[in-house]
């Protein structure tokens, strides 16, 4: 993970795959160390249920030879690094869940339905 802004290094560690959450998540000290900066708040629900409100920043996210940006949590300290299926999906990589290993899709999709009022 690199911060979008004034970028101060880069987070490197194995994260994760989480199909399960929307955003990713790395240890706020972490995030902080490299510049990425708090823009709000949101609430979460944790894989076991409990509520919790988290900070979150934007980060440009680099995993297996592809590039996005997204929102980012700021965790504990003591937390595992999460790859949520946002960052996943934007590059178009899929989870298989027969053996439970990354794929990429042949193409992302990108679909525009047309309703009758259009077209």
Same mark, same amino acid.
């Given at each position: 993970?690199? *911060?979008?802004?004034? #970028?101060?290094?880069?987070?490197?560690?194995?994260?994760?795959?989480?199909? *399960?959450?929307?955003?990713?998540? /790395? #240890?706020?000290?972490?995030?902080?160390?490299?510049?990425?900066?708090?823009?709000?708040?949101?609430?979460?629900?944790? /894989?076991?249920?409990?509520?919790?409100?988290?900070?979150?920043?934007? /980060?440009?996210?680099?995993?297996? *030879?592809? +590039?996005?940006?997204?929102?980012?949590?700021?965790?504990?300290? &003591?937390?595992? #690094?999460?790859?949520?299926?946002?960052? =996943?999906? &934007?590059?178009?990589?899929?989870?298989? #869940?027969?053996?439970?290993?990354?794929?990429?899709?042949?193409? +992302?999709? =990108?679909?525009?339905? =047309? &309703? *009758? &009022?259009?077209?």
């Amino acid at each position: 993970m690199i *911060g979008l802004e004034s #970028p101060q290094g880069i987070y490197e560690t194995v994260f994760l795959v989480d199909t *399960g959450a929307i955003d990713s998540m /790395a #240890p706020a000290d972490e995030l902080e160390r490299i510049g990425i900066r708090r823009e709000g708040r949101m609430v979460h629900e944790l /894989a076991d249920g409990t509520i919790k409100e988290y900070h979150y920043g934007l /980060a440009r996210i680099e995993f297996m *030879g592809e +590039i996005t940006a997204g929102r980012v949590i700021f965790g504990e300290k &003591s937390c595992e #690094p999460l790859l949520g299926v946002t960052a =996943l999906e &934007s590059v178009g990589i899929t989870v298989d #869940p027969a053996n439970r290993t990354l794929k990429r899709l042949p193409a +992302i999709p =990108l679909k525009h339905v =047309l &309703s *009758g &009022s259009e077209g």
